[in-house]
């Protein structure tokens, strides 16, 4: 008896198994139908604006950090004598060797000066080309010297007159040329114009460092490329302010541009 | 975009014509052909032979070292080109030795450290030395207690210094702070620490949870938002005091407040009508004006921090949140992203730029990551500033615009990163924890 009923629970068991698996795979199955059918619910709600290109790219130029340097490529081709001396290589002497008394030394030399049916090969004569001539270098590169990009090429200098703020105070120079370079926005010019003529601002530095009296002084006949040049210097709030030992109370700075592209 | 575009500017000269025998003239020009400056920074000297101060000396140096290479603004001559005899005052240097190679530098910050009972003294210069005749640009004096603390600080203001000068007025970052959230404790509570990770510590121990951490311009006040008894709503903490100071509640989800940049006024989003909107209210928690009504939410809400004029946030309005801009009023709504999926604005201290976390590729299967990227707001032109991979989120920016903190997952769990608004130079800040939105101080 008791192993009957053993039996007979062992197979109501059973039974509820296969009911139970069965509707398990229903379920399975009809999140997989579900999940072929409908589009994806929320992502569609969310992403239905997908459309569109991008807008652009731009270069982390207009990002205000300093720009990529540009090395000088060329520092020859200027004819200012170079603040980097290269010194003439001396001439080196070699000992002179001393023929060793030898009768198969002297058989060996004789082969050689015998002539031969080839022809005499040509020495390649080594152009050195990149050699610095003493005394005809260019200017060190660098910030202060020429450089020059994209076949267009510009200069600059600092020259004593009277006044000496160029020469003290080098590092600020730089600064200025460093903080407008920044805050140039190339975008600001009409795509259209390829080359322009070169414009010229000029403007004061003050005692604190801010910008004043900034002017176009020379047009480059193009509006928007004057305005461009303009807005560089009036975006700037301060160059920081001056040396502390310099006696003047301004400085006056001269800019030119070249536009091209 | 193929075209190529090359300008070129010169520098000349000055000169003073006899009628303007006191103008000096500079003729310059920008762009092409600037280099970061070569700096060199030998380490500091001993001035006395107090036993403490070979420790606090290495505070010093180490500290001045990382202010200088985390400005950007350097090329930092590494210390193994450097001369045998590195100078402690002016009278030891050897420009030659400093300006030729190997160091080939342009500047030279060089000093001393001396401690005489509790005080210590340091003597800072900074010289130009490929200028011989006048190579002094800085000189300074420092006198504070003889504790690492200290030191590290006046550490900070003499690399501050150096970057003002050489950097155009560039406002240093040595001395700023981050506020950010950390689940360090058990809790994500709001902390704060130096710009460099250094001195991390709690502010709140309210033992809920406390996100969108925001500094007010004067640094005075910290609001953030919290959940509480009724809710999410907006908290503000004292720094002054060191102690929560009350504030209104407003019911509904109130999030991310924001700092007008006269501190003034207080941003935010709350859900207080039902649906997630922007909300501009006085510092203090009185006059709330709501100034979106749109279906879809909207929430981070940041201002203009040069005009205080505008307000950038994100809007789903359209499906997917994007960045959209608008005048402080409400009106004038712009779009500024046209696709995936973006959040987080951050606006720039110049005004020209906002800071956000955008998955420009989202949906199931699209290869989208998330990362920072930088959008000119006039010409809505944008760069991607990270590209390692992880989820990159929360972005703000420093005071001098030349550097953003933000949060990644790129090394495991969230951690609080920065880098140069460029991209470059990408640093760890943080490790213990997991630590979240962070926000830079406005000074």
Redesign the interface.
């Known amino acids: 008896m008791a192993a009957a009923e053993i039996f007979f629970e062992h197979e109501r068991w059973g039974r509820n198994l296969a009911w139970s698996a069965g509707f398990h795979l229903a379920v399975a199955a009809s999140i997989l139908v579900y999940t072929v059918i409908a589009p994806g619910g929320r992502g569609e709600g969310w992403g239905s604006g997908g459309g569109g290109d991008a807008i652009g790219v731009t270069l982390v130029s207009t990002v205000p950090l300093p720009a990529n340097p540009v090395q000088t490529q060329n520092v020859l081709a200027n004819e200012s004598k170079g603040l980097s001396q290269s010194l003439p290589k001396p001439e080196v002497k070699e000992p002179e060797a001393i023929p060793i008394p030898d009768t198969n030394a002297k058989k060996k030399a004789k082969a050689e000066t015998t002539p031969t049916h080839q022809k005499p090969q040509p020495e390649p004569v080594e152009e050195a080309n990149n050699v610095v001539p003493f005394g005809q270098g260019g200017p060190v590169s660098g910030p202060y010297g020429v450089f020059s990009a994209g076949g267009a090429k510009g200069g600059f200098g600092v020259t004593g007159g009277g006044g000496d703020f160029g020469t003290r105070y080098a590092w600020y120079v730089r600064v200025v040329q460093q903080k407008v370079s920044e805050n140039w926005l190339k975008y600001e010019v009409d795509p259209r114009i390829t080359e322009a003529q070169r414009v010229y601002i000029t403007f004061d530095v003050l005692r604190d460092g801010r910008p004043a009296s900034v002017q176009v002084e020379q047009s480059s006949g193009v509006p928007s490329l004057d305005q461009s040049a303009v807005r560089a210097i009036q975006r700037i709030d301060t160059f920081g302010p001056l040396p502390s030992d310099y006696s003047g109370n301004k400085v006056s700075v001269e800019f030119w541009f070249d536009y091209k592209r | 975009?193929k075209?190529?575009?090359?300008?070129?500017?010169?520098?000349?000269?000055?000169?003073?014509?006899?009628t303007w025998?006191?103008?000096?003239?500079?003729?310059?020009?920008?762009?092409?052909?600037?280099?970061?400056?070569r700096l060199a920074v030998p380490d500091f000297k001993a001035s006395t032979q107090d036993p403490k101060t070979p420790e606090l000396l290495k505070v010093f140096n180490d500290t001045l070292w990382n202010d200088l290479d985390n400005a950007?603004?350097f090329d930092m001559v590494s210390k193994s080109f450097y001369p045998v005899e590195v100078p402690g005052a002016p009278p030891d240097v050897k420009f030659e030795a400093w300006s030729s190679q190997p160091p080939n530098a342009?500047?030279l910050a060089f000093g001393n450290l001396g401690i005489s009972g509790a005080n210590a003294t340091v003597q800072g210069w900074l010289y130009?030395v490929?200028?011989v005749?006048?190579p002094?640009?800085l000189g300074k004096q420092y006198q504070d207690a003889a504790t690492s603390d200290a030191v590290r600080t006046i550490a900070h203001k003499f690399a501050d210094e150096i970057i003002?000068?050489?950097?155009?007025?560039?406002p240093g970052i040595a001395e700023s702070k981050i506020f950010f959230v950390s689940s360090r404790s058990g809790h994500k509570e709001i902390w704060a620490m130096d710009y460099d990770g250094a001195n991390q510590h709690a502010l709140t121990h309210l033992g809920s949870i406390s996100l969108s951490p925001r500094i007010s311009p004067d640094g005075s006040r910290l609001a953030f938002s919290s959940l509480t008894k009724t809710g999410w709503e907006i908290l503000m903490y004292s720094l002054d005091l060191d102690r929560m100071v009350t504030f209104p509640k407003f019911g509904g989800t109130n999030l991310s407040p924001a700092w007008s940049a006269d501190g003034t006024k207080l941003a935010f989003s709350s859900s207080r009508s039902g649906d997630s909107e922007i909300y501009v209210m006085d510092s203090s928690g009185a006059n709330l004006k709501r100034i979106t009504s749109f279906k879809g939410p909207d929430v981070s809400p940041v201002w203009n921090r040069k005009t205080g004029a505008q307000i950038a946030w994100v809007s789903?309005r359209?499906?997917?949140p994007?960045i959209y801009t608008m005048e402080a009023d409400g009106t004038n709504v712009q779009r500024l992203t046209?696709?995936?999926?973006a959040v987080s604005p951050a606006w720039s201290p110049?005004g020209?730029?906002l800071v956000f976390s955008w998955i420009?590729h989202?949906?199931?299967g699209a290869p989208g990551a998330q990362d920072i990227y930088?959008m000119?707001i006039v010409?809505?032109?944008?760069?991607q500033l990270t590209h390692d991979g992880g989820r990159n989120d929360f972005p703000s920016w420093s005071h001098d615009?030349?550097h953003i903190i933000f949060q990644s997952s790129r090394a495991g769990g969230e951690q609080i990163w920065t880098m140069?608004?460029?991209?470059t130079n990408q640093k760890r800040l943080t490790t213990a924890g997991s630590n979240t939105q962070p926000n830079w101080s406005w000074k």
Not at chain 2, 21 to 37: F, H, N, P, S, Y
Not at chain 2, 379 to 383: E, T
């Open positions: 975009m075209l190529f575009l090359s300008w070129i500017i010169a520098i000349l000269l000055l000169l003073s014509l006899p025998a006191q103008q000096d003239w500079i003729r310059t020009g920008t762009g092409l052909g600037v280099e970061k400056v950007g603004i342009s500047m130009d490929k200028n005749t006048s002094q640009v003002f000068r050489l950097g155009g007025g560039i789903g359209s499906g997917l994007q046209d696709e995936g999926y110049n020209q730029f420009r989202y949906g199931p930088i000119d010409s809505k032109q944008w760069v615009g030349r140069l608004a460029d991209g």
